[in-house]
Nanobody, 129 residues
Framework: QVQLQESGGGSVQAGGSLRLSCAAS????????LGWFRETPGTEREGVAI???????SYADSVKGRFTISQDNANNTLYLQMNNLKPEDTGIYYC???????????????????????WGQGTQVTVSS
């Protein structure tokens, strides 16, 4: 059984940083795509950052240059380092995993939320101006 558990959310001022973590169990980090999604007020859940086979990465345009996704296979943990946070980054952040194997991040990004079978419970990020 796949389980995903996020942590690291909180409240920061604009320009600050946060690092989200997602501890996974029952899942093969090496073969499958993993990602971070977020729900902001008034919007549907959207992809923020994806990591795929061979640790390829893909990002939403709104976070490029500010967010970095990474994974620690030894500890089965996914990370999202968020720098230079903006008020529009406020939302609930979800860790997600897909059953698609051996795929590059750009492809897994195109799957959208429907392509991800496993989800964490979400962690709140609030950025004040």
């Amino acid at each position: 059984q796949v389980q995903l558990q996020e942590s690291g959310g909180g409240s920061v001022q604009a320009g600050g940083s946060l690092r989200l973590s997602c501890a996974a169990s029952g899942y093969n980090f090496d073969r499958n795509c993993l990602g971070w999604f977020r729900e902001t007020p008034g919007t549907e859940r959207e992809g923020v950052a994806i990591i795929g086979t061979s640790r390829t990465t893909s990002y939403a345009d709104s976070v490029k240059g500010r967010f970095t996704i990474s994974q620690d296979n030894a500890n089965n943990t996914l990370y999202l380092q968020m720098n230079n946070l903006k008020p529009e980054d406020t939302g609930i952040y979800y860790c997600a995993a897909t059953t698609v194997q051996y795929a590059a991040a750009w492809y897994c990004f195109t799957l959208g939320r429907e392509g991800y079978a496993y989800w964490g419970q979400g962690t709140q990020v609030t950025v004040s101006s």
